[in-house]
């Protein structure tokens, strides 16, 4: 199927240990890291046959025929068209966000002067962060903590 020489995979999968996800058209598959391999059918239809985890940097080979698979919905304004537009996309994102993220790319503003850092998601408590001085290689007489 996939012409992917280069690519490290972790495992092959028979497409039928899957689970398929009708609403997202999604098939997925647990991974070692907790979440799950991902490949949507739209992927499969296209003869791609690597499923990867949206956590971590493993990929697996699905094995499947493709005249097994599930057809597309075809319902919508232009066929296929609906169905398209509606997969999950790798990172999920608020309107604001994406705003965000296109005035840092125009302004060249970082992640810290935007106030992204202040969503919990991304700050590490301040006590991670705090200078320590280092005083195992002082001898134990001259180990004092502080100035």
Not at 3 to 28: H, K, L, N, P, R
Not at 58 to 63: D, E, W
Request: aromatic share 6%; hydrophobic share 30%; glycine share 6%.
């Amino acid at each position: 199927m996939s012409d992917d020489e280069g690519i490290s995979i972790y495992d092959e999968v028979e497409i039928e240990d899957m689970t398929f996800d009708e609403a997202m058209g999604v098939y997925q598959f647990p991974c070692p890291c907790g979440d799950k391999f991902q490949i949507t059918l739209e992927d499969l239809l296209d003869e791609q046959d690597i499923a990867v985890c949206p956590s971590c940097s493993l990929m697996i080979r699905v094995i499947f025929d493709l005249d097994d698979l599930p057809k597309p919905p075809t319902s919508g304004t232009s066929g296929g068209q609906a169905w398209h537009n509606s997969r999950p996309s790798a990172v999920s994102t608020t309107p604001s966000e994406e705003l965000e993220a296109s005035i840092q790319l125009d302004t060249g503003k970082s992640a810290t002067t935007s106030g992204i850092l202040d969503n919990p998601i991304f700050a590490t408590p301040s006590n991670q962060c705090e200078q320590q001085p280092y005083l195992g290689l002082l001898p134990s007489f001259q180990r004092q903590a502080g100035p």
